[in-house]
């Protein structure tokens, strides 16, 4: 089974859907929480964490470097020995020590797509433009900003919504079935990633598998 490390800065709303899928779901026979790790140790996804009984673990990240602090989180999941890195709704900038010391192996979910948005509140975006539709995007992270290979994408139907509340409803919906699904996929060997597409400076070989 795979080890996931889990990290999140708040709510772990889709935390949540991927232990539910590990516990009893998709990735059952698939994969094993490792950790719920938060740079914020108030976060309540990580209390929501511990209940469903998952390791935890945070460290706090205001006012740190980010090379420091992320050289710092490195240590800590390597404890853990996590396969993958699945960020949920972790509200940070990855630093390239942290892109490259788990390079290629880890995953992030964007509420739009990659291509036309990138950073936060893309829910926001979506609403404000008035926008048909919106594409939640699972892709591998890599030292852009929301620039690394997609791996699913999945559209959300945003006609006759007249609420950000409502977006975000519709929103998180698919983001829940459609981050452990891609995860399933990638865990049976379903998706083909290709390393040229990862913009990563130097990857560094330490016995995992790489794309
Ligand atoms: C989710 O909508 C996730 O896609 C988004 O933050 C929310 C976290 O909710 N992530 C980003 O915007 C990353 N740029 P959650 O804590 O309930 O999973």
Known sequence: KARLAILLS????????????????????????????????????????AALGCPTASLGSQDRKRAEFDAEVVDVLRQYQPDYVVLAGYMRILSPTFIRAFAGRILNIHPADTHQHQGLHAYEWAFENQLPETKITVHLVDEGLDTGPILAQHPVDLRGVDTLAEVERRGLAVEHTLYADTLAGLLRGQLRISNEELRIGSADSDGFPQF
């Open 10 to 49: 708040g709510r772990g709303s889709n935390m949540v859907a991927l232990v539910q899928a590990v516990q009893h779901g998709v990735l059952q026979n698939l994969a094993e929480v490792a950790v719920v790790f938060s740079n914020k140790p108030e976060a309540p996804g990580l209390k929501t964490a």
